[in-house]
């Protein structure tokens, strides 16, 4: 079946401009993830979604920074007034559900942040 | 919190070769998932292999097994008869089993293959 995917695939944005990210999970996983990947960092956790809640938010790097999940598929990453050190390849990645046997994650192909 | 560590950032082998990446990690909790990530130029991460703790038997995927020494907090990737497509970034990872459901990554090794 289809796996995770992505949009938009490169997005280039001004200085303090607000970005939306899309991620469109496997059919039928209820848990969602979001990393970041930037230069110097690594890939870093920002937030897990079970279905539509987010039980830990602890990665976001500030305020700016929100993201939802609807109707327990389709999530959005918002980032406010971006700076350029949000430049960076935004990662996410579904699994069937959150821990056990099953909770293997499989990443989409990511959206390269660039900011200007 | 739990730390990954790779301490290679570029490895290369020749082509059908054998090569090892190395991961060491540090936690205090018993029970934990392991993982290995490929990380091609096209940024998609493809799970390669994954290696529960309470299993003492070492994980085995096709040419490519781990080399799991739990007291040692050690966790590292054989990759056989290197093939022109395991060309890529490897990431380790590592998974808590208690309701913590975020991958702690490493940064990274660069595997190249020569021809």
């Known amino acids: 079946g289809a796996g995770v995917s992505q949009s938009p695939s490169n997005k280039v944005t001004e200085k303090g401009k607000d970005v939306e990210l899309r991620c469109d999970p496997i059919?039928?996983?209820?848990?969602l993830y979001w990393y970041r990947q930037s230069l110097g960092q690594g890939l870093e956790f920002l937030i897990y979604?079970?279905?539509?809640?987010?039980?830990?938010k602890s990665g976001l790097p500030s305020d700016r920074f929100s993201a939802e999940r609807t109707g327990g598929s389709v999530s959005t990453l918002t980032i406010q007034r971006t700076q350029q050190e949000d430049s960076a390849v935004y990662l996410c990645?579904?699994?069937?559900?959150?821990?056990?046997?099953?909770?293997?994650?499989?990443f989409g192909p990511g959206t390269r942040l660039t900011v200007l | 919190a739990q730390t990954v560590t790779q301490s290679q950032p570029e490895m290369s082998v020749q082509e059908a070769e054998t090569v090892t990446l190395s991961c060491t990690y540090d936690?205090?909790?018993?029970?934990?998932?392991l993982f290995w990530y490929k990380q091609p130029p096209s940024r998609q991460m493809i799970l390669v292999i994954r290696?529960?703790?309470?299993?003492?038997q070492n994980a085995t995927e096709n040419r490519f097994s781990v080399n799991f020494q739990k007291a040692a907090k050690s966790f590292s990737l054989k990759i056989s008869d290197s093939q022109l497509g395991d060309a890529a970034m490897y990431f380790c990872?590592?998974?808590?089993?208690?309701?913590?459901?975020?991958?702690?990554f490493g940064t990274g090794t660069r595997l190249t293959i020569i021809p």
């Open positions: 990872a590592y998974r808590s089993d208690f309701g913590n459901e975020k991958l702690t």
């Open positions: 990645a579904s699994s069937p559900q959150a821990g056990g046997t099953t909770d293997t994650q499989y």
């Open positions: 059919s039928g996983h209820t848990a």
């Open positions: 290696q529960e703790a309470y299993k003492q």
């Open positions: 936690t205090s909790e018993s029970d934990y998932y």
């Open positions: 979604f079970q279905g539509n809640s987010a039980p830990d």
